[in-house]
């Protein structure tokens, strides 16, 4: 990237909040942004210059695109013909419809859920697992159907025997079922955190018991209990490793490996199977490690956010990094903050909103509020970024309404589009929603030839 291209993202930025008239220095609480180096890089980044400007600036690399990138650097670990393959079966069905119907009559003779063959999408976050799990469901289908086009085709058909000897190898079908155990745990973080409401108060939790999830299948689980995140040592062998033999890989993986008979796998051989499998488990808790740093400050400090749930306010000691974070006096800050846990002491089973509106409401004998600190504190936690999901659901948004073919739209028009459906949305209803201040921007006289 260009050193233009930094100062323009980091211009516009300032410009938006100009033109809101929104001081800018004050109100800019958090920054997240996927780990493109021209927006989270070390030197020249757009995240470096706001942070040189706020130096209070909560930057946070989106956590969805941080585990996507785990798992792709994790994969390197284990065979490259696994993921060549899944993609492979794909191509070879894809643009024949005689091919498909083959398959799909096979699917019917063999009483096997007609299905089709899923896209590798490298850039789709979630599309590994749904590959594997479809190609696991149609697996015997699949040999089935690779004998029948070697065997029926005059021919040679290098494609189709490549396929079908990868998939015979005795090794394929447990290793994707060992990825579809491990993707689920991480799949399922993903998609919780590319939800639209507030999640950072629970980023900090939900990422340590996936961490853990992960080394535990290859470290003793008591072991594991023990510690906090930081303070594991995964990827240096100890004690307290599991022998090689009892490295965990999903209950159903496990099943397949020990089915194996000794001529066809060895136990030499599967205990290999299972290091590798370990290799792939270090490797993404590195990742994950290095993507959500565990050790450091910024990441410390999310531990404390989750006292925003009431159940949770009497078990967080105190919110120091909190008020480090937002620049607000310590010490008054824990004063306020023991104050508030002695008054809620039995009284904290409400819903957060409810609670924090009951904080922000009382008053002291002087008429002052009781409590002047903490609801502003909560309202900025409320504001952090923990992702840039909603960012990439607009820029597909803009994508689809913004076309080839309606390449004139103006941008005011296109705002117009994109907050009715927002409003729609949210109101579950067209007759709940007021359009009468849209109309204007949706006027066709937008798309008139100048």
């Known amino acids: 990237m260009t050193d233009a291209t930094h100062k323009g993202l980091y211009t516009l930025i300032k410009n938006f909040f100009n033109t809101h008239k929104i001081p ?23 995240s470096v210059k706001l942070k040189a400007d706020c130096p209070q600036l909560f930057v946070m690399k989106c956590i969805c695109h941080s585990l996507a990138r785990a798992v792709t650097h994790a994969l390197k670990k284990l065979p490259s013909y696994l993921e060549e393959t899944a993609s492979a079966i794909y191509c070879y069905l894809r643009y024949s419809s005689k091919r498909q119907q083959a398959l799909n009559n096979l699917q019917v003779i063999l009483d096997i859920p007609e299905h089709r063959l899923l896209k590798l999408h490298k850039i789709r976050w979630l599309s590994l697992e749904c590959v594997i799990k479809r190609i696991i469901e149609q697996y015997s289908t699949l040999i089935t159907y690779f004998e029948y086009e070697i065997k029926n085709n005059k021919k040679e058909n290098e494609s189709a025997s490549k396929i079908l000897n990868n998939l015979k190898n005795p090794y394929t079908l447990i290793y994707y079922e060992f990825l579809s155990h491990v993707l689920h745990l991480v799949n399922g973080r993903n998609a919780e955190f590319q939800a639209e409401d507030t999640k950072i108060h629970l980023l900090h939790t939900k990422m340590e018991t996936l961490f853990k999830s992960i080394i535990e299948m290859y470290i003793d689980e008591n072991h594991v209990d023990m510690y906090d995140a930081e303070s594991i040592n995964f990827n240096e062998m100890t004690a307290d490793w599991l022998p090689k033999s009892n490295i965990q890989i999903g209950p159903t993986a496990k099943a397949e490996l020990n089915s194996l008979s000794p001529a066809t796998a060895s136990a030499e051989d599967k205990l290999k199977f299972r290091v590798v499998c370990r290799d792939f488990l270090i490797e993404l808790a590195t990742q994950i490690d290095m993507r959500f740093p565990f050790k450091t400050r910024g990441i410390k400090m999310l531990r404390e956010l989750a006292f925003i749930q009431p159940e949770n306010l009497k078990n967080t000691a105190d919110i120091t990094e909190v008020a480090h974070q937002f620049g607000y006096d310590v010490t008054l800050v824990h004063t306020e903050f023991k104050k508030l846990k002695r008054f809620f002491k039995s009284n904290t089973e409400m819903r957060a909103n409810v609670f924090w509106s009951k904080v922000e409401s009382l ?9 002047p600190l903490m609801p502003q504190i909560v309202r900025k936690i409320k504001l952090l970024p923990h992702a840039s999901a909603n960012c990439e659901r607009v820029f597909s948004s803009v994508n689809l309404n913004k076309t080839k073919t309606r390449n004139r739209m103006e941008t005011r028009s296109l705002c117009g589009i994109l907050r009715s459906k927002s409003l729609i949305r949210k109101k579950k209803s067209v007759f709940q929603v007021n359009f009468k201040p849209m109309l204007k921007m949706l006027s066709s006289a937008k798309y008139e030839f100048n």
Do not use: H, I, Q, T
């Not at 780990?35 to 890089?41: D, L, T, Y």
């Not at 008053?363 to 409590?371: I, M, R, S, T, V």
């Open 24 to 46: 800018y220095r004050e109100n800019l609480v958090g920054f997240a942004s996927d780990a493109a180096s021209v927006m989270m890089g070390k030197e020249n980044s757009v």
């Open 363 to 371: 008053k002291d004998a002087n008429g002052e509020p009781e409590f």
